[in-house]
């Protein structure tokens, strides 16, 4: 996968392509809830996350601390490569990571003086509405986000932002679409 295509319209553009980042702490934390990952002499357990939890759930707030564990060598970082995260939570990162860093470099190069990478509410709205949909499954299938996206598109429960180039008018027209196969 490469994480930067020339814009198909534009010769002078690029797009820049990344997973959800939020999804993908979601994929990290999970797996290291699952099993315990590492090489011969020390392991990355998920049990720390769940001593924190425990002492963090009844709190109505929580502080930030210092990293629970750190990799104490290279020799060390380069056995728990191997088994650190699934090859597709990995390659999603490692995608997302490169996007990031292009496009600020790209945008600070084009005269943009303060890049704001945390701003994707548009797209969080959109992932919300389609996992409120499929009942709050963070985990649902192809099939159930597409039949989510359809009812999106037919109901009109996103609309532009009334500040956006993308004038309400020509956002009905959504509304006759749906996706291929799926209706």
């Given at each position: 996968?490469?994480?930067?295509?020339?814009?198909?319209?534009?010769?002078?553009?690029?797009?820049?392509?990344?997973?959800?980042?939020?999804?993908?702490?979601?994929?990290?934390?999970?797996?290291?809830?699952?099993?315990?990952?590492?090489?011969?002499?020390?392991?990355?357990?998920?049990?720390?996350?769940?001593?924190?939890?425990?002492?963090?759930?009844?709190?109505?707030?929580?502080?930030?601390?210092?990293?629970?564990?750190?990799?104490?060598?290279?020799?060390?970082?380069?056995?728990?490569e191997k088994d650190f995260l699934t090859p597709e939570t990995y390659s999603a990162l490692l995608l997302t990571s490169l996007s990031t860093v292009a496009c600020v470099k790209y945008l600070l190069e084009n005269g943009f003086h303060y890049v704001l990478?945390?701003?994707?509410?548009?797209?969080?709205?959109?992932?919300?509405?389609?996992?409120?949909?499929?009942?709050?499954?963070?985990?649902?299938?192809?099939?159930?986000?597409?039949?989510?996206?359809?009812?999106?598109?037919?109901?009109?429960?996103?609309?532009?932002?009334?500040?956006?180039?993308?004038?309400?008018?020509?956002?009905?027209?959504?509304?006759?679409?749906?996706?291929?196969?799926?209706?």
């Open positions: 996968m490469r994480h930067k295509v020339q814009h198909p319209n534009d010769k002078n553009r690029f797009l820049f392509l990344s997973f959800d980042p939020c999804h993908i702490i979601k994929n990290i934390r999970s797996q290291f809830l699952e099993k315990e990952m590492g090489g011969k002499e020390s392991y990355i357990t998920g049990n720390y996350v769940k001593k924190v939890y425990e002492l963090q759930k009844d709190q109505t707030g929580w502080k930030l601390s210092s990293p629970l564990i750190w990799k104490k060598s290279k020799k060390e970082s380069e056995e728990c990478t945390r701003r994707r509410d548009p797209v969080e709205s959109l992932f919300s509405a389609v996992r409120q949909m499929n009942g709050g499954n963070d985990g649902s299938d192809a099939k159930a986000s597409t039949v989510a996206i359809n009812k999106i598109l037919r109901t009109g429960l996103l609309l532009p932002h009334h500040s956006s180039n993308v004038p309400v008018s020509s956002f009905e027209t959504f509304h006759n679409l749906a996706l291929p196969g799926f209706t």
